[in-house]
């Protein structure tokens, strides 16, 4: 079974810096799909970035990035100028080609004025 | 208009008694899901419907049972409430059938479930 590992269970950042969460997998599939999403203190979870990995292009949203090493089955967001509203719960996702959606168990992103 | 939009966004209730949670979506897709979120903020998955039909039904007690009238519905009853099964419940909808395709998820704001 795949599973998710965020092994920051917390982390902080000040106001207009950079701070990189990590995510890694473990698969044996050669294509899937990795996501992270945002969970604000409002509750409601928001997909912030998508990656496929059979593109070796790393997505960008904006100031949101992944770095995303396949063979290292790694899966990183770097948000870049953080701002007060990026504080959140932040999960790292994976979909494989024929299961459901498991979810890491998130990293309590605080940004600090 | 919120496009998955779930109700009762806060329940409080005692051991014993039964409870539903509605969740609707405004969306057009074809699948819908429960997700429950325990005080440590793990996230799992409970069940998944493709157009009414149900394809995923993880290990969670027979107290719970999904009702979906119709894809655009999915409502979750549970019966016989329990201390443990406090916790945030989030609706979720998606373009396809998880493996079929990208997967993003959309989801409700939650409910937040306590029992006492």
């Known amino acids: 079974a795949q599973t998710v590992t965020q092994s920051q269970p917390e982390m902080s950042v000040q106001e207009a810096e950079t701070v990189t969460l990590s995510c890694t997998y473990d698969t044996s599939e050669n294509n899937y799909y990795l996501f992270w999403y945002k969970q604000p203190p409002s509750r409601q979870m928001i997909l912030v970035i998508r990656?496929?990995?059979?593109?070796?292009q790393n997505a960008t949203e904006n100031r949101f990035s992944v770095n995303f090493q396949k063979a290292a089955k790694s899966f990183s967001l770097k948000i870049s100028d953080s701002q007060l509203g990026d504080t959140a719960m932040y999960f790292c996702a994976f979909q494989g080609g024929s299961e459901k959606l498991v979810f890491g168990k998130g990293t309590k992103l605080t940004v600090n004025p | 208009d919120t496009a998955v939009s779930q109700t009762p966004k806060y329940l409080v209730t005692q051991m014993g008694n039964d409870k539903s949670i509605k969740c609707e979506q405004n969306l057009g897709h074809d699948t819908m899901y429960w997700y429950k979120q325990d005080s440590k903020k793990f996230l799992k998955i409970m069940f998944s419907?493709?157009?009414?039909?149900?394809?995923i039904n993880e290990t969670v007690p027979n107290r719970f049972s999904p009702k979906s009238p119709d894809k655009a519905h999915l409502n979750l009853h549970i019966n016989s409430l329990e201390l443990g099964d406090s916790a945030v419940y989030f609706c979720?909808?998606?373009?396809?059938?998880?493996?079929f395709g990208p997967g993003e998820l959309f989801f409700g704001e939650g409910s937040r479930l306590t029992v006492l």
């Open positions: 979720a909808s998606s373009q396809g059938e998880q493996g």
């Open positions: 990656q496929e990995a059979y593109k070796q």
């Open positions: 419907y493709n157009n009414k039909e149900l394809i």
